[in-house]
C-alpha cells in the first residue's frame, strides 16, 4: 500500500499483484480518513465502487440527489462537473470495467443505467452485502481483491457477450484514442448506420460519436496531468485548437484545462492503476 499526498488530499492506495482473470478489469483499493469535495471525473470505463468497513462514500450531485455506499454507474460519470463524492473513513475497492464486459458482469446494459450512479444493492441484491461483509472480514488488500475477482469472473463468466461487430467498432475507437472516423463504422462492420448506432448504444451505453468524445477527453485530460501544455495537447490529441480542447473539458468537468490538471480524481492514477496499457483497451481502465 502507497501513500497518495496531494494538497490537502492524503489517501492510502493498494493495487493488486496480479491482473485479473477477466479482460477488461482493473481494480485499486483505497483508505481515505477525510474524504473532502472531490470531483469525479469522466472516464470511458463502468466504475463499481464496493464499500466496506465503519465509513461510507457519499456522492453528492449538483441537483442535490445523494448516494450512499456501494454504487455502480456508467461511462462518463460526473460530466459536467454534476457529481462530488465526500466521505470519513471511507475503505472501498473500486473496479473499472470496459464497457466491453459490464452489460455481462452487471447483469444490465450500461445503458440502463443512463449515466446515472445506481445503489449496487438494486441491482444484485443480497450478493452486494455478502461482498462487502467478505471484504471486511479479511484483513488483506489481496484478499479483497482475490474476492473482488472471484466475483467478477463468475458473473462474467454466467453473462452474455457483446455483439462482435459493437465490440470491434469499441475497438477501434479506443485504438484511435477518439480519432476513429466513427461515420465510417458501419460500412467498416458491414450494418446499416441506424443498426450499428442502436445496437452499440444498447450495449456500450453510449452512442458512438459521444464515446469517441469521451476516449479522446480521456487522453487529452491524462496529458495534462502529465505536464503538458493545453495548446500542445489540443494539437497532438486531434482538437481543431486550444478553444476546441477547452470546451471539452469544460463540457466533461465543469472546469478549465488547468484546474482539471490538478483534479486528485486524475493525479492519483499513476499510483492506483498502473498497469501497461493492454491493446484493444484505453489507457486507465
Not at 90 to 115: N, T, W, Y
Not at 218 to 245: M, N
Amino acid at each position: 500500500m502507497r501513500t497518495f499526498v496531494h494538497g490537502a488530499a492524503v489517501w492510502d492506495v493498494a493495487c493488486p499483484q496480479r491482473r485479473s482473470r477477466v479482460a477488461g478489469v482493473t481494480m485499486a483499493g483505497f483508505r481515505v480518513r477525510d474524504l473532502d469535495a472531490l470531483r469525479m471525473v469522466p472516464h470511458p470505463a463502468v466504475t463499481l465502487l464496493l464499500d466496506f468497513g465503519a465509513g461510507s462514500p457519499v456522492l453528492d450531485y449538483a441537483a442535490g440527489r445523494r448516494q450512499r455506499g456501494s454504487v455502480v454507474a456508467g461511462p462518463g460519470l460526473g460530466s459536467g462537473g454534476a457529481v462530488w463524492a465526500r466521505g470519513e473513513n471511507v475503505e472501498c475497492v473500486q473496479v473499472r470495467l470496459s464497457p466491453l464486459i459490464a452489460r455481462a458482469v452487471l447483469g444490465v446494459s450500461p445503458a440502463d443505467l443512463d449515466g446515472a450512479v445506481v445503489a449496487l444493492d438494486d441491482l444484485w441484491g443480497p450478493e452486494t452485502s455478502r461482498i462487502r461483509q467478505q471484504l471486511g472480514e479479511v484483513s488483506s488488500w489481496e484478499d479483497r481483491f482475490a474476492l473482488t475477482d472471484a466475483l467478477l469472473a463468475r458473473r462474467h463468466e454466467a453473462g452474455s457477450p457483446l455483439d462482435p461487430e459493437v465490440a470491434w467498432a469499441w475497438n477501434r475507437i479506443v485504438g484511435s484514442r477518439g480519432l476513429a472516423r466513427v461515420d465510417g463504422l458501419a460500412t467498416e462492420v458491414g450494418w446499416s448506420r441506424k443498426r450499428l448506432w442502436s445496437r452499440f448504444r444498447s450495449q456500450i451505453g453510449l452512442p458512438p460519436k459521444r464515446a469517441a468524445k469521451l476516449v479522446r477527453f480521456d487522453h487529452a485530460a491524462h496529458r495534462l496531468v502529465a505536464g503538458e501544455g493545453p495548446a500542445q495537447v489540443a494539437v497532438e490529441v486531434g482538437y481543431a485548437d486550444q478553444s476546441h480542447l477547452h470546451r471539452d473539458v469544460m463540457e466533461f468537468t465543469g472546469a478549465t484545462p488547468a484546474t482539471v490538471a490538478d483534479e486528485p480524481f486524475l493525479v492519483v492514477d499513476d499510483i492506483a492503476w498502473p498497469s501497461p496499457e493492454t491493446p484493444g483497451e484505453p489507457s486507465r481502465l
